[in-house]
Structures are given as structure tokens and as C-alpha cells.
């Protein structure tokens, strides 16, 4: 599920089951793209810019993930 909130721009792929939450904004270089795994949550004020995140994930309020890779089953949340 994509709420119509969030920004999306690029070439982007958003795996099934996948949750992106509104005000997130994912946004892929010209020539990069942004990857989406299934099952992955992806709360409000995430960002992400040219990364890959695998299946499973869980991408707390406010992360931001810049030209990375993910891998399975992981939780990332912003560091006070």
C-alpha cells in the first residue's frame, strides 16, 4: 500500500504487502533507481535517495537512507 501522500519520484519499485506511510519520500536519481522489498514497512518522514532495501524491513519514523543496501529482516530507526 502507497498512501497518495507520499513523494515518490523516479524510477522506484515497491514490493507487494510492502506499507509506505505519508509525508516518506523516496526518490531515485536520473539513471539510479530505489528498491522496495515485500513485507516492508516504511513509517512517516522516512527518506530514502538511490537504495536498495530488501524484504521484510521495518524503517522507523524519520530514517534516512542514502545510496545503501538494506538486506532482510532488519529494523533501522533515527539515532538521537
Not at 505519508?22 to 538511490?50: H, M, Q, W, Y
Amino acid at each position: 500500500m502507497i498512501c497518495a501522500k507520499a513523494d515518490i519520484q523516479g524510477s522506484v519499485e515497491v514490493g507487494e504487502d510492502s506499507i509506505v506511510s505519508p509525508t516518506c519520500i523516496i526518490n531515485a536519481s536520473p539513471g539510479k533507481s530505489v528498491v522496495i522489498g515485500e513485507r516492508t514497512i516504511l513509517e512517516e518522514r522516512v527518506k530514502i535517495f538511490d537504495s536498495n532495501i530488501g524484504h521484510g524491513n521495518l524503517i522507523e519514523t524519520g530514517a534516512e537512507i542514502k545510496d545503501s543496501s538494506v538486506r532482510i529482516r532488519k529494523m533501522l530507526e533515527i539515532a538521537i
